[in-house]
């Protein structure tokens, strides 16, 4: 009965607003939401959930000023559930990635699972930022001419959207680095990349012919000392190796080798698929994760003393 008294209440306007919201905070959800060579999300059942919980953040986003408004502030308790319901996503993803990395190729790794799983966090919470700006600027506008209120509403919904957007995206790999298919040559059981070694573990005629005929590698160099760190790091690289395994697959033998004195990564496995643009499209996408990324003004700081 009382959700009834409520829907009755509301006007013709209050519908607009929320309907605008909704849109707007769904909208937003299916921007970010995008299948590439990494497949996340795979299609199309995870695509489809990432969609209804746009749709339920949005909801949630679009009454909450209304229902303020009216000084009914439980609405307050449900963005709060809404959050917790976030950071259930966020570890529901993460325990289905950590549950499949046997079967894939290569793991992905802690680091970039934990990436992967704070991005479907935060993507929520675009949607649900947007649906409340878009329906606070339409009662802020509050003119008598709903079209004038619902494209102010949907102007500011689609600002909201773009900086929110523009404040989550990260770098990629190929924005800090180069990276440059790398001339595979077999001495022995050892294996250069570039005249750089990269393992003796080539100990069988089988092994040494599958890297001279069908081996890829991938050089990457960082140019400078900043970019070097990030590249360097053991949960960066092995998300590179990742994705450039996913996308051509792998019949054996995958080797990383950080060259701390060059700074460069080099990445060598025999692909299934050989062809090296693909590899290098792959690894210049791959996301630098959070727990690898530098901040250039702490970098600078003297720790314990003056910048």
């Given at each position: 009965?009382?959700i009834l008294v409520t829907?009755?209440?509301?006007?013709?306007?209050?519908?607009?607003?929320?309907?605008?919201?909704?849109?707007?905070?769904?909208?937003?959800?299916?921007?970010?939401?995008?299948?590439?060579?990494?497949?996340?999300?795979?299609?199309?059942?995870?695509?489809?959930?990432?969609?209804?919980?746009?749709?339920?953040?949005?909801?949630?986003?679009?009454?909450?000023?209304?229902?303020?408004?009216?000084?009914?502030?439980?609405?307050?308790?449900?963005?709060?559930?809404?959050?917790?319901?976030?950071?259930?996503?966020?570890?529901?993803?993460?325990?289905?990635?950590?549950?499949?990395?046997?079967?894939?190729?290569?793991q992905r790794g802690e680091?970039?699972?934990?990436?992967?799983?704070?991005?479907?966090?935060?993507?929520?919470?675009?949607?649900?930022?947007?649906?409340?700006?878009?329906?606070?600027?339409?009662?802020?506008?509050?003119?008598?001419?709903?079209?004038?209120?619902?494209?102010?509403?949907?102007?500011?919904?689609?600002?909201?959207?773009?900086?929110?957007?523009?404040?989550?995206?990260?770098?990629?790999?190929?924005?800090?680095?180069?990276?440059?298919?790398?001339?595979?040559?077999?001495?022995?059981?050892?294996?250069?990349?570039?005249?750089?070694?990269?393992?003796?573990?080539?100990?069988?005629?089988?092994?040494?012919?599958?890297?001279?005929?069908?081996?890829?590698?991938?050089?990457?160099?960082?140019?400078?000392?900043?970019?070097?760190?990030?590249?360097?790091?053991?949960?960066?690289?092995?998300?590179?190796?990742?994705?450039?395994?996913?996308?051509?697959?792998?019949?054996?033998?995958?080797?990383?080798?950080?060259?701390?004195?060059?700074?460069?990564?080099?990445?060598?496995?025999?692909?299934?698929?050989?062809?090296?643009?693909?590899?290098?499209?792959?690894?210049?996408?791959?996301?630098?994760?959070?727990?690898?990324?530098?901040?250039?003004?702490?970098?600078?700081?003297?720790?314990?003393?003056?910048?």
């Open positions: 009965m009382e829907i009755k209440e509301l006007g013709i306007n209050d519908i607009y607003a929320i309907s605008a919201g909704i849109v707007m905070g769904t909208l937003a959800r299916l921007i970010t939401l995008k299948v590439d060579l990494r497949q996340i999300p795979s299609y199309p059942s995870a695509y489809f959930n990432n969609i209804i919980l746009g749709l339920i953040a949005s909801s949630l986003g679009a009454i909450a000023i209304p229902a303020i408004l009216t000084k009914d502030f439980t609405a307050v308790t449900f963005l709060a559930l809404a959050a917790t319901q976030f950071r259930e996503v966020r570890t529901a993803e993460r325990e289905s990635l950590e549950q499949l990395e046997h079967t894939e190729f290569v680091a970039y699972i934990d990436g992967i799983s704070k991005t479907f966090e935060s993507r929520n919470y675009i949607s649900l930022v947007t649906a409340v700006c878009t329906v606070l600027v339409i009662y802020i506008i509050n003119c008598p001419d709903i079209l004038l209120n619902m494209i102010f509403g949907v102007g500011a919904g689609l600002l909201v959207m773009f900086l929110c957007y523009r404040f989550t995206k990260g770098r990629n790999i190929g924005e800090i680095c180069t990276i440059n298919i790398g001339q595979v040559e077999v001495k022995g059981s050892e294996l250069y990349v570039d005249g750089i070694f990269v393992t003796n573990h080539l100990g069988t005629d089988v092994s040494r012919e599958l890297f001279t005929s069908e081996g890829l590698a991938l050089v990457l160099e960082a140019p400078d000392t900043m970019s070097s760190v990030v590249l360097l790091n053991s949960g960066q690289s092995q998300a590179i190796l990742f994705e450039a395994v996913r996308a051509l697959g792998v019949k054996r033998y995958r080797f990383i080798e950080r060259n701390l004195l060059t700074g460069k990564v080099i990445i060598a496995f025999v692909p299934i698929i050989n062809d090296p643009d693909r590899a290098v499209k792959a690894a210049y996408n791959t996301p630098v994760l959070e727990n690898s990324r530098k901040i250039k003004r702490i970098m600078k700081t003297s720790f314990g003393g003056k910048e």
